[in-house]
């Protein structure tokens, strides 16, 4: 609905990358103006921050977006993290490392936030594993958060046209990925759209929300007391359905996650879903070679855990994951 | 003409100005606009002037000062043509124009002078340009100078002569305009005359294109030229070298002669001695005899008068006295009777018959055109690469000044055991210097030596020289060669009993099968085995070739080598008992039932304890990348290890192996990725049925994909400290079938 205009009003791929000014007024008319926050020459390339009123959302949301020196000369891949619980768009952006990698595979990265903000819903920001920050990435369907929080359709259309049309991305090459919620919403957002994505990782993701705290909480508060309606939105049950078209899902998760022993991730549930279903995942279960004598012997673990220092510490290989699919 | 038309106005109008003074000169005014004539107003003059000065691009530099001329010309015609012709228009008119005449003209001769110069000159230089460019300095200058004419005409409403002889080269003019070439008359002419004139129905090309044709043409024969005179100098250094050898020839061979000649003057001369001698010894022996005889006729003269004498005395005698006496004379005369007188000459008066024995000197003339027999001839040594498998080529020379009807040239093979035996001798006759001898042995010492003959007779032996032949070809081994994208390592055997120096391996890329031409050759190869650099994704033939003292031997049966992915056998040496390989060398059998058979030995080479076997891969640094058929439900264990890996472990058990270990137990399949003990936790979904394997060592990376999903599954990072080989080991019977010498595929590059 709001493509055709947008396509025409876009301007040159190499316009949009080199003219932060020119980003302003494209689209005014739409309420889809693009207003820069921050742009930080990075690797090459620039990392920037934008906000803009999101249409699904009903509010302001900013979204990080690394531009790798690829993106001068002609239109990239683009490859999208979702983040975990309480996340912005800043943490993965400052504390990953991803952009060496990325410069490297000439992929444009963007980081949405994890929830609308600012909604002055009630009780929006009572828990730190509901409303702000965790939107889940699901559309709501219950009051009061079914106006704003259609994370969903967010990440998944209005976002994407929103880079598509500003940013010199190909719209044709997409990826996702993401880290716990986020890596969560990765998966559901490739298993619910076959092709949409040339591929998907994740780091620590909820593979099974329905049987978990979190997304027990989560999926009644949005979607309310009807679990059929949450396993639209449950990665290990859409693979059941999923029609089997080509798809390599990367795993990594941390050996020492507390959240892994919480019963919070329950990969295992996804990993025997896709055996079953034959459906590819690389699962891989990484624990520190190291061991700290001190750690072992006041019983502090020491493997990974759920921190961005294991997403920087496995990083390159997801953004080489994808840039192998979107690269081809 | 000229003169006339710019005279006839200035009359007209003095003689008009008489009549209707003011209203003609307005009239004529008038008309002189309407008609741009010549002679138009001062002011209108210099209006055209400058336009066609500005309207001539060419030549600009040129026509700066050309302009300034103008300007000067202007000048003058102000100072003088317009008070002439307007202001003092009457009968001033005809007395004035001599007298500013001859003001006028020294300067413009100075001025004129000074550019017309600069314009030959330029000119001049400009010619070599004019090949290039014929229109520009030409048309520039030619340009300018009728411009400049035509303004001159214009102001002064005459030509000026002086001008025109020093800037205007009329005939030149003409050349200019020619600018296409008549093909019929073999003449430029001008493009304009070939439309009106007798070329109408003539070829014609562009005059440049007919230059370039007739600079063709000469290049062409120039370029005969150039190659006849290379010939003809050739011819001479030859005929020079043919005159030198000629003289030499000839100045020997007079040399001989002389010495010949001298040689049998002298023997005359000794034999004219010797018979002068001789003679005059028998001259003297004779006379000597003769004059003897002559002495002793006279004493006996002397005796028989003196005898006559005294009988006649004994005659007068008494008789007593005369009996007395007669008796004693009787006595003596019977005594001198009974000496009996010699008178038989002694020597022969006559020249006894000398025959002269000239045979020697015969012999000598006849040695003149005959021969002495020859000297040993001097075998050479065998000239490198002259050998067959099956011939030699034998090489040897004479004293220049032996003559040599035929060799005979004799071998036999070089036998280091026994001397005493001696192989059966070959005798060959030749007549060259050389000889190539057949049907001999592979790889084998001959000794030869060579007589020379002529009519005269037969020189000694030379001395023995050994020749060697050629080897055998080797034998590719074409089981065993191994090959990645930049390289092959190539086996072969000898093919020859006894050792030969060294091996030549030949490559030549089989893009186009019919050409046989070797691309590159790698000498020198001490052993049977040779590591060849290769570009990546061609065909090659590679052949051997064996060399010795002799040369080098015929080329090997070819053997083809694919530079696509790496290539690479199963080991049979490493091969566990267990474990069959089957006849291409990639695919590894563990059947049922040889699971009973005991424990073997412990061995250094040979895999005891795992069921395993390697896979030579070429040791080149690079990347590898080999594929393995696995059965889903196989407990199998792939992976890399050194060579010396311990044979008695299991694969991965230690760091001297990198591998990945499918185990399939109660319906779950485990992947390990197994190093010195140890895995990480690694979990797959779908299992593959095609393992792919990239062994990168400039990485030091080992990474495991599966392949019909093109799923990477793991990466080791390992340091290869020595080169490793593939390893494959089968815990449970089953198959595992290789496929190399494919390509790397797109997604593995990611890693």
Known sequence: MLRPPLSILTASPSAAAAGDKKHKPVNRRRRMALKQISSNKCFGGLQKVFEHDSVELNCKMKFAIYLPPKAETGKCPALYWLSGLTCTEQNFISKSGYHQAASEHGLVVIAPDTSPRGCNIKGEDESWDFGTGAGFYVDATEDPWKTNYRMYSYVTKELPQLINANFPVDPQRMSIFGHSMGGHGALICTLKNPGKYKSVSAFAPICNPVLCPWGKKAFSGYLGTDQNKWKAYDATHLVNSYPGSQLDILIDQGKDDQFLSDGQLLPDNFIAACTEKKIPVVFRLQEANMICFYCVGNGILNGYDHSYYFIATFITDHIRHHAKYLNA | ?751
Request: proline fraction near 5%.
């Open chain 2, 1 to 751: 003409m000229e003169e006339e038309a710019g005279g006839a106005p200035a009359m007209h109008r003095s003689t008009a100005s008489k009549n209707f003074h003011f209203y003609h000169m307005d009239l004529y005014d008038f008309e002189d606009r309407l008609h741009i004539f010549p002679e138009e107003t001062t002011r209108m003059r210099r209006e055209v002037v400058q336009a066609e000065m500005t309207s001539e691009p060419r030549g600009a530099a040129k026509g700066k000062p050309q302009k300034e001329l103008e300007e000067e010309v202007d000048e003058l015609v102000h100072l003088y043509g317009l008070e002439d012709d307007h202001e003092l228009g009457d009968e001033f008119v005809d007395e004035n124009m001599p007298r500013i005449e001859v003001s006028e003209y020294p300067p413009y001769g100075m001025m004129r002078r000074e550019p017309a110069g600069e314009q030959r000159d330029w000119r001049l230089s400009g010619e070599a340009a004019e090949a290039e460019d014929p229109g520009f300095g030409r048309w520039g200058s030619a340009g300018q100078c009728q411009d400049l004419r035509e303004a001159y005409r214009y102001t002064r409403g005459r030509a000026s002569e002086e001008y025109e002889c020093y800037v205007i080269p009329e005939e030149e003019d003409e050349e200019e305009a020619a600018d296409v070439f008549c093909i019929t008359c073999k003449t430029p002419v001008r493009a304009l005359e070939k439309v009106f004139d007798e070329h109408k129905e003539h070829e014609v090309t562009p005059l440049n294109k007919a230059l370039e044709i007739a600079k063709d043409e000469i290049h062409k024969n120039m370029y005969k030229l150039e190659k006849q005179i290379i010939e003809m100098e050739n011819f001479a250094s030859h005929l020079e070298e043919v005159f030198i050898t000629v003289e030499e020839n000839f100045g020997r061979q007079e040399q001989n002669f002389e010495s010949h000649y001298n040689e049998i003057l002298e023997t005359l001369a000794q034999k004219y001695e010797e018979k002068i001698q001789a003679l005059g010894e028998k001259k003297k022996e004779k006379l000597e005899a003769l004059y003897g005889q002559l002495v002793i006729c006279g004493e006996n003269l002397d005796t028989c008068k003196e005898l006559m004498e005294t009988v006649e005395e004994m005659c007068h005698e008494e008789k007593v006295d005369f009996i007395k006496d007669a008796v004693a004379m009787a006595d003596r005369l019977g005594k001198f009777l009974k000496t009996k007188t010699d008178i038989e000459i002694s020597a022969q008066h006559d020249f006894e018959d000398q025959t002269l024995d000239f045979s020697d000197v015969e012999q000598l003339m006849g040695a003149i055109n005959t021969i002495p027999a020859p000297s040993a001839p001097v075998i050479n040594p065998q000239a490198p690469n002259s050998a067959t498998g099956s011939s030699v080529r034998v090489c040897w020379s004479l004293y220049s000044d032996d003559t040599v009807e035929s060799y005979q040239l004799s071998y036999r093979p070089v036998q280091d055991g026994s001397p005493g035996k001696d192989q059966a001798e070959f005798i060959m006759t030749v007549k060259e210097t050389y000889c190539s001898v057949t049907n001999l042995v592979p790889n084998t010492q001959y000794e030869f030596w060579v007589t020379a003959q002529n009519r005269t007779g037969l020189s000694p032996a030379s001395e023995r020289a050994v020749y060697m032949t050629a080897p055998s070809p080797p034998i590719i081994k074409s089981k065993e060669i191994r090959s990645c994208e930049e390289a092959a390592l190539i086996c072969w055997e000898c093919g020859n009993l006894n050792p030969v120096d060294s091996y030549t391996v030949e490559l030549s890329q089989a893009a186009t099968p019919e050409a046989s031409g070797v691309t590159e050759s790698v000498v020198g190869i001490p052993t049977c085995e040779a590591l060849v650099q290769l570009q990546p994704r061609q065909r090659y033939m590679i052949y051997v070739r064996a060399l010795n003292v002799g040369g080098p031997s015929a080329r090997s049966e070819p053997a083809t080598v694919h530079t696509t992915g790496s290539y690479f056998h199963l080991n049979k040496h490493t091969c566990h008992p267990w474990l069959t390989i089957s006849e291409d060398g990639l695919t590894v059998v563990r059947s049922e039932k040889k699971t009973s058979a005991g424990e073997p030995f412990p061995s250094n080479t040979r895999f005891t304890r795992c069921v395993a076997v390697m896979g030579n891969l070429i040791p080149v640094r690079g990347r590898h990348y080999w594929e393995v058929e696995v059965d889903e439900c196989l407990d199998y264990t792939v992976g890399v290890a050194f060579e010396d890996v311990p044979k008695q472990k299991d694969l991965g058990a230690d760091c001297f192996s990198w591998c990945l270990r499918h185990t399939f137990a109660s319906s779950r399949h485990k992947y390990e990725f197994l190093h010195n003990k140890t895995t990480p936790d690694i979990r797959i979904t779908v299992f593959p049925r095609k393992l792919g394997i990239l062994l990168d060592y400039e990485n030091s990376k080992l990474s495991f994909f599966n392949v019909d999903i093109s799923q990477h599954l793991y990466t080791f990072g390992c340091q290869f400290r020595q080169f490793v080989h593939p390893c494959f080991s089968l815990e449970k019977p089953g198959c595992l079938k290789i496929h190399n010498g494919i390509s790397m595929p797109k997604h593995v590059t990611f890693y």
